[in-house]
């Protein structure tokens, strides 16, 4: 069996290479336009960092796993191809905003009808919207050749920075296709290849339409309870109730559970946000705008809380930032990936910057010039923005520092050297509650956590 892979991105690259390194009897070629990337996957230093990952491609690549930027070719030669490109938010036109651009898997429907000599079984990968796989099927089904494919919903529920462990042990994989003999025996294929090592009642079928929009209500539910606890974060800072102590709290209940309950400075990520908006932008498209409304106000308190973290440290530093320097420790989405995409960082040093801080960024992962440069192209590149070696360089005479990623290798910092070189007093903001405050205050920091009550208050509990 040949399986091509189109898109070798954060989802194709890890996928295909788990696939490949698990059934050593099918070749995997993923392919895609970027040559750069295509060149990266086949070097020493891969596109994307994702601890894991580096093992898992070296055992495959070049035995089964290959990476080329001959699409033309693989698609002729592939029994399965999956669809894994990009599904942006749109940013022109109607639906600009929130509803999923459609481009690139238009254009891949395509690239295959025109190159296929032969029917295949095709798998969208990506996250599109409800409903895609009927304008696949249809631009498919007008080419010239009279040839027969099937279309599969086949959604990736890998997490960045867990994306092997995921992706070898997933909680489940889900296939949906048409319940026609055609469909069923394209999704039994499927389910072939992915029982080779997961256990065959992980593995779920539905239809199409099902396992599309499982897919964006999955990804809903999750953002949905990190904006809940965030918005109880602030209540904490109004009361004196501790977010973590409440988490902890409600998540022992097994009907809420624990995970996904840390709050945070608001998720970032490519896919949280882009998702929610496609959900919405689908709502209302069916005439539902109480649902939609309902999803946005978990992106809108997201937004708020990314507000709300860069504010709080203006307020601090005696309502001015302007020529101080802040440190901001991270710049990743978060710990173990070097994606940066709608990371909370950007929005945080975009309001310092505006408020004539003096900006200091340090990530263990993530490039100088992707720190520069934001992911949408739109730069945040200034003169008042650096990028430091490391976390010491960043703090070195700062007014205050801004964890902003939980990178593990913030917790151990010797802070009792970073705080002697800091102006007085030195300010610390935990955007990710990684640090322990009462350590922190007895080294003389003015430490303040997410939905952590303040130093005073603290003081005043404790008698
Ligand atoms: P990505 O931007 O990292 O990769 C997409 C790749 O597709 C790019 O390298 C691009 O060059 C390539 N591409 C686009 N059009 C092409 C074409 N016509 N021919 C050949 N190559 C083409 O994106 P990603 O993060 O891998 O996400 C891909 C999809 O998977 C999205 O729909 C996303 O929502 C979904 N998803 C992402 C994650 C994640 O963790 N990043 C997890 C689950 C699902
Ligand atoms: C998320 C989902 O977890 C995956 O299942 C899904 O496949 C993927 O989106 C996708 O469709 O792209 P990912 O965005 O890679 O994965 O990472 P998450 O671990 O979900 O974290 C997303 C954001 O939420 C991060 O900024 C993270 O720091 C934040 N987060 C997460 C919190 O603030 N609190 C939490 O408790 C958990």
Same mark, same amino acid.
């Given at each position: 069996m040949n399986i091509c892979c189109i898109g070798a991105g954060y989802v194709g690259g890890p996928t295909m290479a788990m696939i490949a390194l698990k059934c050593p009897d099918i070749t995997v070629t993923v392919v895609d336009m970027n040559a750069a990337r295509i060149a990266a996957w086949n070097s020493?230093?891969? +596109?994307i960092f994702e601890p894991g990952l580096d093992d898992v491609v070296k055992q495959a690549r070049g035995k089964n796993l290959f990476f080329s930027t001959d699409v033309a070719a693989q698609i002729k030669q592939a029994d399965i191809i999956f669809v894994a490109v990009n599904t942006p938010t749109?940013?022109?036109?109607?639906?600009?905003?929130?509803?999923?651009?459609?481009r690139y898997i238009e254009s891949v429907a395509r690239t295959i009808a025109e190159h296929a000599e032969t029917g295949k079984i095709i798998v969208e990968k990506s996250t599109i919207p409800v409903k895609t796989a009927d304008a696949i099927k249809t631009i498919l089904a007008? &080419?010239?050749?009279g040839l027969k494919f099937a279309v599969l919903s086949n959604p990736e529920f890998l997490a960045e920075g867990t994306a092997v462990k995921d992706l070898t042990n997933p909680d489940r994989v889900l296939i949906g296709g048409e319940r026609t003999p055609e469909g069923e025996k394209a999704m039994e294929t499927l389910v072939g290849v992915y029982a080779r090592w997961v256990p065959r009642d992980r593995i779920i079928t539905t239809n199409l339409w099902s396992s599309e929009l499982s897919k964006l209500v999955a990804n809903a539910f999750l953002a949905q309870r990190i904006s809940s606890i965030n918005s109880i974060s602030a209540l904490c800072e109004a009361t004196g109730a501790d977010v973590d102590e409440v988490a902890n709290a409600i998540g022992k209940d097994s009907r809420i559970g +624990?995970?996904?309950l840390k709050s945070s400075v608001g998720f970032g990520g490519s896919c949280f946000q882009k998702d929610i908006l496609n959900l919405t932008y689908l709502c209302e498209s069916f005439g539902l705008p109480e649902v939609a409304a309902y999803w946005t106000s978990v992106v809108g308190i997201n937004d708020w809380q990314k507000q709300r973290f860069a504010g709080r440290i203006v307020k601090e530093l005696f309502n001015t930032v302007a020529d101080k320097k802040i440190a901001v420790l991270?710049?990743?989405?978060?710990?173990?990936?070097n994606d940066t995409r709608e990371s909370a960082a950007i929005n945080v040093v975009r309001d310092l910057l505006a408020e004539h801080a003096k900006v200091s960024v340090y990530d263990p992962k993530v490039p100088a010039d992707e720190i520069k440069i934001d992911s949408l192209g739109?730069? $945040?590149? &200034?003169?008042?923005l650096t990028v430091a070696k490391d976390a010491y360089e960043a703090c070195a005479g700062a007014h205050a520092i801004a964890i902003v990623t939980e990178w593990d290798e913030f917790k151990t910092l010797d802070y009792a050297k970073i705080f002697a070189g800091m102006p007085k007093p030195a300010f610390l903001f935990d955007g990710? &509650? $990684?640090?322990?405050l009462a350590a922190l205050r007895k080294i003389g920091f003015k430490a303040s956590g997410i939905g952590k009550p303040a130093a005073s208050r603290r003081a005043e509990d404790l008698g």
């Open positions: 020493g230093t891969l +596109p749109k940013t022109y036109g109607v639906g600009a905003g929130r509803a999923a651009d459609l007008s &080419n010239s050749k +624990p995970k996904f991270g710049f990743a989405f978060k710990k173990d990936t739109k730069g $945040i590149d &200034n003169p008042r990710r &509650n $990684i640090v322990d």
